[in-house]
């Protein structure tokens, strides 16, 4: 936005050295130049309204453009669950399809003779699992034996069950006898532990080599009587399973057909979301297009308009201002004493160039009169320009603050906003 009012800053640069003249000569000519920068100003605020205007237009083109593409790219996830919607009306068939075929097999004599023998092969294989048990049993017991620790638990649950009120107490006297025991017969209690454990492992050892033999003979009678079935039912073998197959492959290509138009569904939102994006990225070209050709526009009219005119009258009227006018003091060549200006021991009344003081901002011109502030005041820089007056040192008035094309307006009374 620099570039685009470099006309309106050069005018507030240069407006910064308009000269309050003490001369009558000076006075007319700085009020002319003044006059000419004020009809400028209004130049510059037109040629602004209509580039605002362009780039209102362009915002106005990009944000109907992000509303029409914005559905399809924000609502792929609920887009997506339609498609799982419609797949899981297709595939209910498929799964219940499934569960007719199977029972359809299991009702043959051939499938009762085969889960007859499995029934038969689990519960013996069920022998050694219940062996694992016991050994498992055993080895609790006797640890709750040797341990009174374990017992004092479970003599506190069983009292807990009861809602006996005493039986945190007792189960607290239980444990400090068991301690008290403990430490008489530790080593009574760790052989018990050991012994314990010992048959734990024996018990273990034996009932693993009892369930490789039966899952050795399990493994032997199942191949057996597989044999035995497909014998007894060989008439009915073939057309059973083929059924099966059959009943199967017909569910199976219902469930093709739904997993197909599945994966077809959410690419087709997936390509759509991805038109969407495409077409949006193609509306922030045009809009990029549009507003480099408002600035293009706007600096060509800024520059060969009658705002350039008005710019090159004010100059040359400024410069026959400064010409007659006497130069205005540095604020840098006062001496400042608390908020008066003085100039050889005397407080300063005249014109004053500043470009270091704190009410001035960056570069200012104002007047002073014994030693304060006094009279019209101006400052501007590259990001903007202020003006308004003081009155015996302090903000009195009106004054304006310019940037960028907009203005705010304040008003003082004897340096209080009002």
Known sequence: MKTIFFIFVVLATMFTSIAFAQSAVCDTETKKAKTIYDKCVKMSQTSTSSYTECLEKATSGLTKC???????????????????????????????????????????????????????????SQVAANGYAKCQQEYQAKIAQTNPATKCLQEYQAQQAKADKDAASNYTKCIQEYQAQAQTQAAQIAQANKDAMSNYTKCMQEYQAQAAQIAAQASKDAASNSAKCLEEHKDQVSKVTSDYAKCLGEYKVLEDKAKSDLAKCQQEYKDLAGKAKSDYAKCQEEYQVQTNKCTQEYQIQAATSDLAKCSQEYQTQQAKADKVCPRPVNISELEERGDVYFMKNKPYSGKVNCSDCTECGYSCNVNMKNGKFHGEYSSGDEEGRVTGSFKDGKKHGEWKYYDEGSTRVEYYKDGELQ
């Open 66 to 124: 992000a509303e029409k593409h914005k559905t399809p790219t924000t609502q792929v996830g609920s887009n997506q669950n339609k498609c799982f919607e419609e797949y899981k009306v297709q595939i209910a068939p498929v799964t219940s399809g499934h569960a007719k075929c199977t029972e359809e097999y299991k009702s043959s004599d051939y499938a009762k003779c085969l889960e007859k023998h499995q029934a038969q092969a689990t519960q013996t």
